[in-house]
C-alpha cells in the first residue's frame, strides 16, 4: 500500500490552467477507473472534486477535470482563481480492496 | 441536512486504547459505505478503514491492520473505530467520510465528510 505519488506543489497565475498528476501502479490506478479527486483549504475537511477518474459531483465547477492514462491520472484546473488554492488530494482504489491517497500537492495561485 | 459528526478523540498514552464514534444524520446510512480517514499534524491524508453499507466486508490499512476494527451499527446510525494498541504516529485528525454511491462495490468517491476529532498519542 504505498501512496500514489504526485508533486509536491504547483502554481500558476490566475487564468492559467494547472494539472497534477498522480502516478499509482498497476495494482491501482493502472488497472482501476476509481480514482478520485479531494481539495482541502487549511483546517477543513476535504472536498471531493472529481471521482470515477472524470466524474465531477453537483455543484463542483466545471473548470476542474480529470483523466488517466495508464498507471497515472490527472487533475486539470482551467481558468485558475485565487479560491482554487489549497491542498490536493489523489486516491484510487486497490486490487486489495483497500484505499490508497496520493501525499498531496499544495497549489498556489500567484 | 446530511452530516457525519466524529467524537470520542483525546490524549492517550502508547498501547492504550481508544473508540472513536461516527454519527450519522440526514441520509440513509445503512445504504453506504464509511470510511476513516486520518491526517497527521502538517502531513496528508492517509486512508485507515472501510466498512461496506451492511457491514459485511471490512478493509483496512496495513499501518492498521491488526489494531483497529471498524464496526457499525445500522440502527443507531453510527460508525466506530476501536483503535488498540496506540502507537505515537496514529496521532492525527480523524475523519469518517460516507462513499458516494448508494450500496456501492467499489469506489465512487467520499462525498460527505465529518469535521475530524483528534487523536494525541502521547506519554
Known amino acids: 500500500q504505498s501512496a500514489l505519488t504526485q508533486p509536491a506543489s504547483v502554481s500558476g497565475s490566475p487564468g492559467q490552467s494547472i494539472t497534477i498528476s498522480c502516478t499509482g501502479t498497476?495494482?491501482?490506478?493502472?488497472?482501476?477507473?476509481?480514482v478520485s479527486w479531494y481539495q482541502q483549504h487549511p483546517g477543513k475537511a476535504p472536498k471531493l472534486m472529481i471521482y470515477?477518474?472524470?466524474n465531477r459531483p453537483s455543484g463542483v465547477s466545471n473548470r476542474f477535470s480529470g483523466s488517466k492514462s495508464g498507471n497515472t491520472a490527472s487533475l486539470t484546473i482551467s481558468g485558475l482563481q485565487a479560491e482554487d488554492e489549497a491542498d490536493y488530494y489523489c486516491?484510487?482504489?486497490?486490487?486489495?480492496?483497500?484505499?490508497?491517497f496520493g501525499g498531496g500537492t499544495k497549489l498556489t495561485v500567484l | 441536512q446530511v452530516q457525519l459528526v466524529e467524537s470520542g478523540g483525546g490524549v492517550v498514552q502508547p498501547g492504550r486504547s481508544l473508540r472513536l464514534s461516527c454519527a450519522a444524520s440526514?441520509?440513509?446510512?445503512?445504504?453506504?459505505?464509511i470510511h476513516w480517514v486520518r491526517q497527521a499534524p502538517g502531513k496528508g491524508l492517509e486512508w485507515v478503514a472501510v466498512?461496506?453499507?451492511?457491514?459485511?466486508?471490512?478493509y483496512y490499512a496495513d499501518s492498521v491492520k491488526g489494531r483497529f476494527i471498524i464496526s457499525r451499527d445500522n440502527s443507531k446510525n453510527t460508525l466506530y473505530l476501536q483503535m488498540d494498541s496506540l502507537r505515537a504516529e496514529d496521532t492525527a485528525v480523524y475523519y469518517c467520510?460516507?462513499?458516494?454511491?448508494?450500496?456501492?462495490?467499489?469506489?465512487?468517491?467520499?462525498?460527505?465528510w465529518g469535521q475530524g476529532t483528534t487523536v494525541t498519542v502521547s506519554s
Open positions: 467520510a460516507r462513499d458516494s454511491r448508494l450500496y456501492a462495490i467499489y469506489d465512487y468517491g467520499m462525498d460527505v
Open positions: 440526514g441520509f440513509t446510512f445503512s445504504g453506504f459505505a
Open positions: 466498512i461496506s453499507y451492511d457491514g459485511i466486508n471490512k
Open positions: 498497476s495494482s491501482d490506478v493502472g488497472v482501476y477507473n476509481y
Open positions: 470515477e477518474v472524470s
Open positions: 486516491s484510487s482504489y486497490t486490487s486489495s480492496s483497500s484505499r490508497v
